[in-house]
């Protein structure tokens, strides 16, 4: 959790005390950003083994998918007679 609220932070810059302005705002981030990784964490945890039973076939064992080559107009080209 973090030391400073953003209460704090705003009072710290309106009483020009940039030093600690600095540190809650490096404090409040910080505690949010730790936050959010372990939101992740649980969310690639459950998801991990769940994406791997979907999969029938490996990565390996796909064909990749061709796009048809654009045929020219052949009208343009002459013919030998």
Sequence with gaps: MADYTTKDAVDFAID?????????????????VQSAIEIKKVDVTA?????EDD????PSEVEPEVEPEATEDQSDETTEV
């Design 16 to 32: 020009g005390k940039s030093g600690e302005f600095k540190n809650a705002i490096h404090d409040i981030l910080a505690d949010r």
């Design 47 to 51: 998801n991990f083994m769940k994406a």
């Design 55 to 58: 999969v029938d076939t490996l």
